[in-house]
């Protein structure tokens, strides 16, 4: 199981629930919850990235909205709401379940789940660059004015406690991935890698090595990249 039939299993939806999807990007997670019985599906990003197929699913309702802003959904009408490595992109991310738990329903839950980007693992025969290239990527900020928190998935906890909402259980699990071809998870990551370096000459060059062993590996079946994810469920009084 994947993280998105994961964390849609932690919410549990009852049948006909209305459900958000909380920074959606193509819909890989409203997917998993359309396989749910859900009424009805609030794909929610600040960017129009949902797949075209969804946009015309009679079950889904797409919003190009702000997290970092009260949302424009019926105050307590969600039944469930998740987020799925989308907290690491927020300003505020207490302010955000403030938001959260204003749109549950009383006794509604709130599945809160993020990557831990630090605990990136990849086969690499080379521990200390592996180490070196994770630390410069964790830290780098993908573009001009953006930040993402590489250690988003520890702090899930913390943020928990500050919410006005009650902790219902905790999670954490690691996929593992095999493969290492264009469009694959370990790719994009290493992708964020290669870009991350790309204003060190020398450490880009050895990026470039790097993922050229990663690929080799790839081939010969050897490749194995995972993160840990976690994961805590929330609930409304
Ligand atoms: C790493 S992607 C995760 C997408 C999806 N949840 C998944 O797991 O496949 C993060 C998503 O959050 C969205 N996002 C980032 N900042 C946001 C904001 N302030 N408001 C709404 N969405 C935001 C991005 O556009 C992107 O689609």
Sequence with gaps: MGRFENVT????????SVVA??????GRLTRALLATDAALVHAVDVAATLDDDLLLDPRVRAHIADLDRPLPLPEAG?????SLNTLEHLADPAAHLDDVQRLLRPGGRFVLAQSDWDTALFSSTDDQLTRTLIDHWVAHAPSAGASVDGFA??????????????????????DPHRRFDVGSVA?????????AVSDDRDLSAR????????????RAGRFLFTVTDVAVVLRKA
């Design 21 to 26: 999807d909380l920074g959606c990007g193509p």
């Design 9 to 16: 299993r932690l919410a549990q939806p009852a049948s006909r």
């Design 78 to 82: 969600l039944d469930v709401a998740i």
């Design 187 to 195: 790719w994009k990551v290493a992708t964020g890698v290669l870009a």
């Design 153 to 174: 998935g520890r702090k899930l906890l913390r943020y928990a406690d500050v919410s006005g909402l009650a902790l219902e259980s905790v999670h954490s699990w690691a």
């Design 207 to 218: 990026a470039a090595g790097w993922v050229e062993e990663l690929r080799q590996l790839a």
